[in-house]
Nanobody, 123 residues
């Protein structure tokens, strides 16, 4: 099982980025997926998660109204649309999947992790 995250970069405050996570597993529709981030000196935190079918989502309070998680199961891909970016959003962003259909906010509940993609928001 492999997860490939991409789409990070340098953007000015107020700008937008869209992250993508492409998964290699079969039956991708059976896996919930989460986006996490980790800034230097800080713990990894959940940004957003989506259930296997896409009907259920959860977001960190700090990104509600600005970020949107979605998935295209036909393409084995999960997206994180990030709008109105702030310098505090600067971090390495990781996607992860779990062998359950339901979302979880705990990193310990995720079984597979992709490499990070760096997001830097300048003020």
């Amino acid at each position: 099982v492999q997860l490939q995250a991409s789409g990070g970069g340098l953007v000015q405050a107020g700008g937008s980025l869209r992250l993508s996570c492409v998964a290699s597993m079969r039956k991708f529709t059976g896996y919930a997926v989460g986006w996490f981030r980790q800034a230097p000196g800080k713990e990894r935190e959940l940004v957003a998660a989506i259930s296997s079918g896409g009907a259920s989502t959860t977001y960190a309070d700090s990104v509600k109204g600005r970020f949107t998680i979605s998935r295209d199961n036909a393409k084995n891909t999960v997206y994180l649309q990030m709008n109105s970016l702030k310098p505090d959003d600067t971090a390495d962003y990781y996607c992860a999947s779990r062998v359950w259909s339901t979302v979880s906010a705990s990193a310990d509940d995720y079984d597979y992790w992709g490499q990070g993609t760096q997001v830097t928001v300048s003020s």
